[in-house]
């Protein structure tokens, strides 16, 4: 009986095993992530960083929770890192969840952009790079997790 109401409390309360992603590292990424939801309805906004290693295994890192502001991150460069960006929406009679997801190598002394929208049930998400002494950038392709061995 104890073990069911300790189940159940740890249920309601939320408890999903995700924890706050910490890094020493300089910031080399930005997210930027804009949404909307109803009088009925809200939305929210979170980057899950993971890391790549042998065999295209993603080890979980934490979690950014994100606000209406640009929010910077430093994720490892030259290493990849999978980027699984969460719009969780939730309304009266529903809950759901929508997700982007990519793999991503930064190189050493670049900067990432990262802006993502969700409105309307509509989402979107683009990534661009930014090359150390310019200001010019340029939008690099998603890619999927098991693009991590090519």
Same mark, same amino acid.
């Given at each position: 009986?104890?073990?069911a109401?300790? *189940?159940?409390?740890?249920? =309601?309360?939320?408890?999903?095993?995700?924890?706050?992603y910490?890094?020493?590292?300089p910031?080399n990424? +930005?997210?930027? +992530?804009?949404?909307?939801?109803?009088?009925?309805s809200?939305?929210?906004a979170?980057? $899950?960083?993971? @890391?790549?290693g042998?065999g295209?295994? =993603?080890?979980?890192?934490g979690?950014?929770? !994100?606000g209406? /502001?640009?929010t910077?991150? &430093?994720v490892? +460069?030259?290493s990849? /890192?999978?980027l699984?960006?969460?719009?969780?929406?939730? /309304?009266?009679?529903a809950?759901?969840?929508? $997700?982007?997801e #990519? !793999? !991503?190598?930064?190189?050493? &002394?670049?900067?990432y952009? *990262?802006? =993502? /929208?969700?409105? @309307? @049930?509509l989402?979107?998400?683009?990534?661009y790079?930014r090359?150390?002494?310019?200001? #010019?950038?340029?939008e690099v392709a998603?890619?999927? !997790?098991? =693009?991590? &061995?090519?």
């Amino acid at each position: 009986m104890k073990i069911a109401v300790l *189940l159940l409390v740890a249920l =309601a309360s939320g408890c999903s095993g995700e924890r706050a992603y910490r890094s020493e590292l300089p910031a080399n990424l +930005a997210v930027t +992530a804009k949404t909307s939801g109803s009088l009925l309805s809200s939305v929210g906004a979170r980057l $899950h960083v993971y @890391d790549v290693g042998p065999g295209c295994k =993603a080890t979980y890192r934490g979690t950014v929770e !994100l606000g209406g /502001s640009r929010t910077e991150v &430093g994720v490892p +460069a030259g290493s990849p /890192s999978y980027l699984v960006f969460e719009f969780p929406r939730f /309304s009266l009679i529903a809950r759901s969840t929508t $997700h982007f997801e #990519t !793999l !991503l190598t930064p190189r050493p &002394g670049y900067r990432y952009d *990262l802006e =993502a /929208s969700y409105a @309307d @049930d509509l989402y979107g998400a683009t990534i661009y790079e930014r090359p150390p002494a310019g200001k #010019t950038r340029r939008e690099v392709a998603s890619r999927p !997790l098991t =693009a991590c &061995g090519l």
